[in-house]
């Protein structure tokens, strides 16, 4: 019985509450398994008109390589977004929608503009609308309308946020407006010519409970900036100082990260989740019905 519940453990059935650790060398290794993972989970829920996949999404540095590779699997035809619904997690509020630095142009030119997904299901929060409390209202009315998400990937920022939730958030938050940290605002200033006068101080956002009703999430930590989050986000307890660390309680989250984002872990829990990557590595592992 004990060795049944430790496969079980390790290989992670759909029954098994699990929190992994994946570890890459870099981070174009990690953005890649991140994207394998993602197209490997909506091959498998085998999506159609009568059951959308739904997934939410991030904005940042660090999707980045890992929205280039999932376009490389939609334009080799492994991968479709055709029943795939997306919601994002977050939306500056004041700037407006076809900024360069909006989230929506940076989903629409770095990702959905590039596969197949009907711009209907394509989900931002809208930062100009005339009543802000109103749209995040009918933000989370949608997510249910869509039955929940499936899988949500985030990222966080050297503070622990997940999405815009700022140290000190509720972890039972939900959609909302925020105002910045200032740390957040002197991060985002470099896409903003480095002038803390133009960069946007408030935000909607998901709430942390938001992505914790996700029936999984996938968080991208990579660099050595983010090292001390991680290290609070997994080797130290819950505390909404640190939102991400929220996830711990969390019944299936996947951090998925690079070398230099574990300097601040322990030796021994680089080498416990370094020595069942095999394990991992099955779960994106090509699927029958793609090309290698
Ligand atoms: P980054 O931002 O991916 O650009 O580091 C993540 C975040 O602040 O949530």
Not at 62 to 91: A, Q, W
Not at 93 to 104: A, F, I, M
Not at 239 to 251: D, E, I, K, L, Y
Not at 260 to 279: C, N, P, Q, S
């Amino acid at each position: 019985m004990y060795l049944c519940r430790l496969y079980l453990y390790a290989v992670g059935t759909e029954l098994t509450p699990i929190m992994r650790l994946v570890i890459l060398d870099d981070y174009a290794l990690a953005s890649e398994w991140a994207a394998k993972y993602i197209c490997n989970r909506i091959i498998q829920y085998n999506p159609g008109p009568d059951k959308y996949f739904t997934l939410g999404l991030p904005t940042g540095s660090t999707p980045f390589g890992c929205y280039k590779k999932l376009i490389e699997y939609h334009k080799r035809g492994d991968l479709s977004f055709k029943y795939v619904k997306t919601f994002n997690m977050d939306e500056y509020v004041g700037l407006p929608r076809d900024h360069p630095e909006s989230y929506h142009s940076y989903m629409w030119n770095n990702f959905f503009k590039h596969v197949d997904i009907d711009p209907n299901n394509a989900h931002i929060l809208d930062g100009n609308a005339a009543d802000l409390q109103a749209e995040c209202e009918e933000f989370e009315r949608k997510i249910q309308e869509a039955d929940g998400i499936e899988l949500f990937v985030g990222g966080i920022g050297p503070d622990g946020h997940i999405a815009f939730n700022e140290p000190g958030s509720s972890l039972v938050s939900r959609t909302r407006l925020k105002t910045l940290a200032m740390d957040t605002i002197l991060a985002n200033a470099k896409y903003f010519d480095g002038d803390l006068s133009k960069v946007p101080t408030m935000a909607l956002t998901v709430g942390v409970g938001t992505v914790m009703d996700a029936r999984e999430v996938m968080i991208l930590i990579t660099g050595a900036h983010k090292a001390f989050a991680l290290y609070k986000a997994i080797e130290e307890g819950v505390n909404h100082m640190w939102t991400v660390s929220a996830f711990q309680q969390h019944p299936r989250t996947i951090f998925v990260c690079d070398e230099d984002a574990t300097l601040e872990l322990r030796v021994k829990t680089v080498k416990y989740f370094k020595g069942i990557m095999h394990v991992h590595n099955k779960l994106v592992e090509p699927l029958h019905s793609m090309k290698n």
